[in-house]
């Protein structure tokens, strides 16, 4: 059986929505200090839907299509949609991870909450901090 599955592979050798949006309105970033990943996701929202989504990753081909998935899972959706996303979500779209490879999943979820989050403080959106978990101090990240 391969390492990666064949979805994986197609999002890391074709990734979907990479890039920067300029006039972004929420962006969110984050990284793992273990394994050197760093992720940085950037949301255009109109009318609470996710109208465009761009992505940066630096890091391992798991990373990278990770945040090609997650962003291709939140396109078009809303905002309440983009929150309920979870790195399991994201994990079986690819079709799967290898077990060490599982904490990129987990960035991409994170890097889309905290994208929200940043949007929320933007326009002024009260939201429960509970929502938005601290990845910096997750078990995943350390």
């Not at 920067?20 to 050197?36: M, T």
């Not at 839907?49 to 081909?61: N, Q």
């Not at 990373?63 to 979500?89: C, V, W, Y």
């Amino acid at each position: 059986m391969a390492l990666y599955s064949e979805k994986v592979m197609d999002h890391l050798m074709h990734p979907r929505n990479v890039g920067i949006l300029e006039d972004a309105d929420g962006v969110g970033e984050v990284g793992n200090a273990k394994c050197g990943d760093i992720m940085k996701i950037y949301l255009k929202i109109e009318n609470d839907i996710i109208v465009d989504v761009k992505f940066e990753t630096f890091g391992c081909g798991s990373a990278i299509a990770s945040s090609s998935m997650a962003t291709e899972m939140i396109k078009g959706k809303s905002i309440h949609d983009a929150m309920a996303l979870t790195n399991k979500a994201v994990t079986e779209a690819l079709d799967g991870l290898p077990a060490h490879k599982i904490h990129c999943s987990v960035l991409a979820e994170e890097a889309i909450k905290n994208a929200l989050r940043d949007y929320y403080d933007r326009h002024n959106i009260p939201y429960d901090p509970a929502d938005f978990p601290d990845c910096e101090h997750c078990e995943h990240c350390h």
